[in-house]
């Protein structure tokens, strides 16, 4: 079964440090997104990508992030300068079907820990 | 923007009961709502899902229920068994991508 890959699994990283986490989507998808979950707490959308540009982003999505596709595979999430609220889940999802209301399948999601 | 609430946090049950969680959401525009079920160390997995032109929705031991006029969905798990224990998520989706409610810990006691 095809299945969005994310690396790392987890990284530590010092505050201020620059973060690029990884998702390979489903080949076929179009639609990419990136959520977070603080440990213990509910999954929260950051920003959803189509067509090399982002869609829509929330309020947590603010200038010390970006996301994007360099070589057609590989859709990634930057954290400039990370703070210790940065410490969390990041899970990538991607689908297939139209934005919004199609079915997100997830990765396993990379744990960044900030210190 | 949406907002779905998630009743209960926690839930404790009996192997073979049935366990019903509930959700609300606040934008009237959204039509998609799907359940998933996080295990531990794992991304969500979508285990059912329902639109807005449908009221009910059966997967075998599982089942959604829609009612667009009240804003509420709910997922019932018939004949529980300890591999159902985890974090459920149910999610809203229409003008905003997919916002999710608290969560739901499942646990089947043996």
């Known amino acids: 079964e095809p299945e969005v890959t994310q690396t790392p699994s987890h990284q530590v990283t010092q505050m201020g440090q620059e973060v690029i986490l990884r998702c390979v989507p489903i080949s076929n998808h179009l639609y990419f997104y990136w959520y977070r979950q603080i440990l213990g707490q509910k999954v929260e959308f950051l920003v959803s990508f189509y067509n090399n540009e982002i869609s829509e982003k929330s309020e947590i999505f603010d200038d010390q992030f970006s996301v994007e596709r360099p070589d057609g595979s590989n859709f990634t999430l930057k954290i400039r300068s990370t703070k210790l609220e940065d410490s969390a889940m990041y899970f990538c999802?991607?689908?297939?079907?139209?934005?919004?209301?199609?079915?997100?399948?997830f990765g396993e999601g990379s744990r960044l820990t900030v210190l | 923007g949406e907002n779905v609430e998630q009743h209960p946090s926690t839930l404790s049950v009996q192997e073979g009961d049935s366990a019903v969680i509930k959700c609300t959401y606040s934008?009237?525009?959204?039509?998609?709502f799907p359940w998933y079920k996080q295990e531990l160390g794992k991304g969500p997995q979508l285990i059912i899902d329902?639109?807005?032109?449908?009221g009910e929705k059966k997967d075998q031991r599982i089942a959604v229920t829609l009612n667009k006029t009240a804003k509420h969905f709910s997922l019932h798990i018939t004949e529980t068994q300890p591999e159902d224990s985890a974090v459920y998520f149910c999610a809203a989706s229409g003008n905003t991508p997919l916002v999710f409610g608290k969560g739901t810990r499942l646990s089947v006691i043996a």
């Open positions: 934008d009237s525009a959204s039509n998609y």
């Open positions: 329902i639109r807005s032109n449908v």
């Open positions: 999802a991607t689908t297939s079907t139209s934005e919004n209301t199609g079915e997100l399948f």
